[in-house]
């Protein structure tokens, strides 16, 4: 018995296993004993034959799928470099900055405030005076129990007992049982719509349990008043509740001033009184805040973005050197391979496009490429750079705007689709124009909101949005739009992985749809390798049993005439 093969898991003549996803009859069963040639053998040679092409699609397949691999890997390393350039991108993400408090009086154990600054905050030294902090507040039971089970001593015939906690916005009346306890108004109070807590201390006398009932809310006008009426209506007569509180503490507003400039807050956590600062005033007394650039952490930033950078250009290096005598790399000589060089190189090299300071390269700042395309820190020249002009350097890196004169035009925000330069801006009879700076042509711009404007699309102002205030006629100003590197980086990237026009991106989508018609042509050439092998196998079962019936002949002929020769001889 011969079995011969046609399932498509088969040794390329290519010297490739090739495995194809289409299933067939694993096997052609010809018995062979109808002639002496191995037909097995030439039905397998023959079905072979008729899958040469599939094996060579299966090989452009294999290269296409080596040369899938790393684009998705320039695609992770631009995305790398993207997230670090999208987080960075603005003055909120990129430029740290430090506070600190050092109290007046140096002997003082508490610091009369703990400070923290965002990015927006202004270097500088403010001084801080607090005169009372904010407060909330509290009561106490002036009756003491032995136990926080001990009953409150309601009178079985008092009718409907209360206690009310008066706050205004919060305010809670809390019923009393006949059985009440410590423990069991506690827990009422504490369930109750009351914006406070209540909770038992212990103050180590005979009977040393009490009740203390405390706002969570400081300022004025969250304090509250406790109302325990002194008796209460039974049935047949007045009953006395067994209670009575004293105040222990008013709420009242926190009162600071800084710089001399007074201020009044509800609360002890203030956000609003110095731009981009955090305070928390934890006792009274006065002292400096003083704020500064974080350089640390802004060269951290620059340190970050620079690794992951030379991590995308050591992969194009890799990719784009051929040495003789070695394979030749996988995207050597691809178009997305050069447009993403290119790309880069284009816009780390250049100087900021709009900036205005004396810091306009990444080179002036100490940062340059070496043979290998890979960026280099000279560490002297940057700490040099942070510390004479920090808003220089940052402004290499971030994206922003500055106006001539922002009370009569003045920079709001721009897209990935505006230019980085200098525009002129004027208006005229109610219309507000736009040009890019050494230019003829003027544009006029759309109003998508009242004194809102925004550039035409295509043009180089294209997403650039100013305000103009009301009664602003007759000027002629200049707003200036600074990419910078990160902001530059986001967008370039983002173009070069969009899937309808981006070259990495419709890279992708090309290989792929490529290895997605090379699958169809192995279906379809498959597909027809069956029919033809169960064409193959029908024409060489008849032909074994024509051989077989002839084989048969041939012998009953022999015998018969084996036997006529027999009889002839006697």
Avoid: C
Avoid at 360 to 366: N, W
Wanted: net charge negative; aromatic share 8%.
């Amino acid at each position: 018995m011969v079995t011969i093969n046609t399932n498509s898991n088969a040794t390329s003549p290519f010297g490739t296993n090739t495995t194809s996803s289409t299933s067939f009859n694993p096997a052609i069963t010809l018995s062979g004993l109808g002639s002496s040639f191995d037909t097995g053998a030439m039905v397998n040679s023959l079905i072979q034959v008729e899958r040469i092409p599939i094996f060579s699609i299966q090989a452009k397949q294999a290269k296409l799928s080596s040369k899938e691999t790393s684009v998705l890997q320039m695609k992770d390393l631009l995305k790398t470099v993207q997230t670090t350039a999208e987080k960075f991108r603005t003055e909120i993400g990129f430029n740290s900055k430090a506070a600190s408090f050092t109290n007046s009086d140096t002997s003082a154990t508490t610091k009369v405030a703990d400070v923290t600054a965002s990015s927006s905050a202004v270097p500088g030294d403010y001084d801080l005076s607090v005169t009372q902090l904010a407060t909330s507040s509290r009561y106490i039971f002036d009756q003491g129990f032995s136990s926080q089970f001990s009953s409150l001593g309601i009178l079985p015939d008092a009718e409907n007992p209360y206690i009310t906690i008066d706050s205004g916005s919060s305010s809670a009346t809390i019923f009393l049982d006949t059985n009440e306890t410590l423990i069991s108004l506690r827990n009422k109070i504490n369930s109750s719509s009351f914006t406070g807590n209540a909770s038992i201390i212990n103050d180590g006398s005979s009977s040393p349990n009490k009740l203390v009932i405390q706002s969570t809310v400081t300022g004025a006008d969250n304090d509250f008043t406790l109302i325990i009426p002194q008796f209460l209506e039974g049935a047949q007569r007045t009953v006395p509740v067994p209670l009575s509180a004293t105040k222990l503490q008013t709420a009242q507003d926190a009162i600071f001033t800084v710089d001399g400039t007074s201020f009044t807050k509800t609360t002890n956590e203030v956000t609003d009184a110095l731009a981009g600062i955090t305070l928390n005033l934890n006792t009274t007394g006065s002292g400096t805040i003083k704020v500064v650039a974080d350089d640390t952490n802004t060269k951290s930033t620059i340190e970050q973005f620079v690794t992951d950078y030379n991590q995308l250009a050591s992969f194009i290096k890799q990719q784009s050197t051929f040495v003789q005598g070695q394979d030749r790399p996988v995207l050597f000589g691809d178009s997305s391979l050069r447009s993403v060089e290119m790309a880069m190189k284009s816009i780390i090299n250049n100087k900021v496009t709009g900036s205005v300071y004396n810091y306009d390269s990444l080179a002036s700042i100490g940062i340059k490429s070496n043979n290998s395309g890979q960026l280099l820190i000279n560490d002297t020249t940057l700490t040099n750079a942070l510390k004479t002009d920090p808003d220089a350097v940052q402004n290499i890196f971030i994206a922003n705007g500055t106006s001539s004169d922002s009370s009569k035009a003045n920079y709001v925000t721009h897209t990935n689709d505006t230019v980085g330069v200098t525009y002129d801006i004027k208006e005229e009879n109610g219309t507000i124009y736009v040009k890019t700076s050494g230019t003829n042509t003027w544009d006029e711009m759309t109003s998508p909101l009242t004194n809102y404007y925004r550039g035409k699309t295509g043009k180089n102002e294209d997403g650039l949005l100013i305000y103009v205030p009301s009664g602003q006629t007759g000027f002629n100003e200049t707003v200036t739009v600074n990419r910078g590197i990160f902001d530059a980086l986001n967008a370039k990237i983002a173009d070069l992985l969009d899937s309808t026009s981006g070259s990495v991106g419709l890279r992708e989508k090309g290989i792929s749809k490529q290895i997605n018609d090379y699958n169809d042509d192995i279906k379809n050439i498959e597909q027809r390798v069956q029919i033809k092998a169960e064409n193959i196998k029908q024409k060489f079962v008849q032909l074994e049993s024509f051989m077989a019936q002839s084989e048969s002949q041939k012998q009953y002929l022999t015998g018969q005439l084996a036997s006529m020769t027999g009889t002839s001889k006697k």
